[in-house]
């Protein structure tokens, strides 16, 4: 009978062991959940918290405390040594009559891809000349718990050649636009930095205006 009690609690054990290591893998898959820019920022009205990098300053409503119904463009961050080569941006879309409260993430995400839709990136968030998605398929994935789709793109600015990516993230029958931008020639150079700010962004609670992340 012992030795039946002994065996037990070994078994006990090994599915405690097992369960644990099965739930830690599954949130490892989402990515690393870090906070740790040096400049914070949150917006009360469209309820999100941006991290970025010393050297870069924020564009548009530092205070996060009052809302322009018509503006989409909330914030831009950009490099203060080089403004003009690269911009980092979070618009967000209000309710749109196309988008049904069943809406899901994928066809949201159509809508901002079908040129003649008035949610099509290029129109909505800003005309880009000579726009051109260059990602055949929605880049899906999932960063800090949320499900984004995602688009590459280039065009033309000024004359040089510009390449961008913006990631869609539904709220509630809303969504966010997070997008970044530079020249061609400096992409390799930003996109690690843009990157680490993506991984910064993340959408608060409706319950209180300091919001739950």
Known sequence: MQIKKVLKVVLLCCLTVI?????????????????????????????????????????????GKYSIPEEKLVIEIKKDEDPNSARYAVYKQKEHDDMPMTSSLRSMF???????????????????????????????????????????????????????????????????????????ATWATYEPIFKEMMNDFRPIGFESEQGVS
């Not at 914070?40 to 548009?60: A, D, K, M, R, T």
């Not at 891809?113 to 051109?132: A, I, S, W």
Request: a negative charge; glycine letters at 10%; hydrophobic letters at 30%.
């Open 19 to 63: 369960l644990a290591v099965s739930v830690f893998g599954c949130k490892g898959k989402e990515g690393p959940n870090k906070y740790n820019l040096p400049n914070q920022y949150q917006n009360i009205i469209y309820y999100f918290e941006q991290g970025f990098h010393e050297g870069w300053s924020l564009v548009g409503d530092e205070s």
């Open 110 to 184: 159509a809508l901002t891809v079908n040129p003649e839709h008035d949610l099509y990136f290029n129109k909505n968030m800003g005309v880009r000349e000579g726009y051109t998605i260059t990602s055949a398929d929605p880049i899906d994935f999932i960063l800090n718990g949320n499900q984004y789709y995602s688009a590459t793109y280039t065009f033309t600015k000024d004359g040089a050649e510009w390449q961008g990516q913006y990631f869609l993230l539904p709220h509630g029958r809303q969504f966010y636009v997070v997008c970044y931008e530079s020249t061609v």
